[in-house]
């Protein structure tokens, strides 16, 4: 069931939590456009495998609050608040695409919130040719439309300050792929997984949403890679 957060600055973030209340933490982050809610047909293998899971919609995406503010700064905010306020350190974090960028930050600034490291499909770049911003959709959106206004241009410009700080991720780090049919330049992620002192990188394909693709595959990789690196030192 979805409870509610309220940050500092008054922003309602909606987060749920699952799994047994005693098992290591294992904290989800999706993609743009998407909510907590993506990572339902994968949870219940986490849960079953024993870890606490607790999912995070960030900011601007249906349940959460649409404060007008976005960036990667506010959402990393958002998160480190959270799991400040719920005493959670030492997680696993598992972030995907705009969730993968947030967790990379929380890795880097705050390395006591993080024990492992779990990115799906995405890795600091070069700065891109901007792109056009499609029309909004005239349908009701779960989402709110100015945040991928604000976000385009950010995700657009790369993020060249946080790839040089990569080599500051202590924590053991496992990035997942989705290879040549993804629309991230699967260099990037090697070009993270070399500068990470302890990762790994793993292509299983699938295109960007690897987890929806390639469920079994993605859940199987995901906790032999946790298997290896074992829930009770963190």
């Known amino acids: 069931m979805a409870q509610t957060f309220t940050t500092s600055g008054g922003v309602d973030i909606s987060y749920s939590e699952s799994g047994p209340a005693d098992g290591p933490v294992l904290v989800l982050l999706h993609a743009l456009g998407g909510s907590e809610a993506d990572w339902q047909p994968i949870r219940p ?3 079953e495998a024993g870890y606490r899971v ?3 919609t960030l900011r601007g995406h249906s349940p959460s609050a649409w404060p007008g503010d976005y960036s990667y700064q506010s959402m990393f905010a958002d998160v480190v608040e959270l799991l400040d306020a ?6 696993a974090l598992l972030g995907h695409s705009l969730g993968g960028m947030v967790a990379f930050r929380i890795a880097v600034d705050r390395p006591d919130l993080v024990a492992r490291l779990i990115i799906e499909d995405v890795a600091p770049g070069d700065p891109t040719p901007p792109r056009e911003l499609p029309e909004r959709p005239a349908e009701e959106l779960p989402l709110d439309w100015e945040m991928v206004v604000a976000m385009r241009p950010q995700i657009d410009a790369g993020a060249l300050e946080l790839r040089e700080r990569l080599s500051q991720v202590s924590a053991p780090t496992l990035i997942v792929g989705g290879g040549e049919t993804s629309t991230v330049p699967q260099a990037w992620l090697r070009e993270a997984a070399a500068r990470i002192p302890e990762s790994e990188l793993v292509t299983l394909g699938g295109g960007h949403y690897v987890h929806d693709q390639e469920p079994q595959k993605f859940t199987a990789t995901v906790l032999d890679w946790l298997g290896r690196h ?5």
Request: charged share 30%.
């Open 54 to 56: 607790v999912g995070v």
């Open 230 to 234: 074992p829930a009770e030192l963190f």
């Open 45 to 47: 293998a986490f849960e």
């Open 86 to 91: 719920r005493h959670l350190r030492r997680v």
